[in-house]
């Protein structure tokens, strides 16, 4: 690396942590690792599926820990186009 | 009755024996009654960087099975006389270990011991699992580099899962020890930051120990680095970190790099 490319970039340990963190992220739901964001997914799997057909795998909770706010980000899929007058109905 | 603590990390190589070997010594010499239990059957270690390896007569193993009284087995230290080892056994039955067995020798120790310290084996098989069942602190050993924070991350979920104080539903003290931190790699923004580690694992931290050359020195002689060279950097942060497991209340110190204005000026330039 040149000695301009050393001064001015910022190293490398920002990509490992942002790799990191996405890694284990996925890998905790995968093996239910993280209590609290498992029992949640649960919870959330059982309140759509009353509504709308919906598979375990299709429920995605990811917890973004920070400071002073964290962020909860569900994502939930469901197959097909949904009826919107149906599944209020069912 | 003792305390029950397990060294471990999932990854191979990033200090968990050392770490044993230190944190035994440094309680050990605060005059507590300790003893370190080698669980890596087949690849046994503990023993070499405690100086023991030639006082070894019975193992583990031959307690379990019946072939030693647990007293005949326990080597006790050359320099501290309140610390003792148990070595695991060099057999490649891996087997050897059942899970009755241990939960004998643990509550045989934990009932003449302050502290009983396990060295877990690398891995998430069943000589690491073994290793962690009885714990009430996890030290988790954990190098500032992706693959060990990953598998830190996976030893915690075990941790919380596989152990006698998750089936209880209580949970084991996990503390993360940062190993192998290097300051110029860190100031140069190509090692994870210590916060960064913390965020991930989210674990309370117990110490910051330095990349150094006296680790590789102590093993050399077969001292715990702990008590070979006290006034050393490792040595330091070991035994701060057994003052931690006492209860104490010590802020952690971030090793920094020592350079002077010719050493800053390459370290820019390299």
Redesign the interface.
Known sequence: MT?WK??F??????Q??E???I??SH??QM?????LLSSLREDILAAVAKRVPCERDSVKVRLE?GTPMSVLEIEVEIRGNVDLRMTQAA | MAKIITVTSGKGGVGKTTTTAALGAALARTGDKVVVVDFDVGLRNLDLIMGAERRVVYDFVNVIQGDARLPQALIKDKRLDSLFLLPASQTRDKDALTEEGVDKVIEDLSRHFDWVICDSPAGIERGATLAMRHADIAVVVTNPEVSSVRDSDRIVGILDSKTLKAERGETVDKRLLLTRYDAVRAARGDMLKTEDVLDILSLPLLGIVPESPDVLRASNFGVPVSIHDPDSAPARAYNDAARRLKGEDLAVEVPKQKLGLFGKFLRRAA
């Open positions: 000695l050393r001064l970039t910022n190293g490398s340990a920002p490992a942590r790799r990191l963190q890694l284990l890998e905790r093996l239910g690792g993280d209590d820990r």
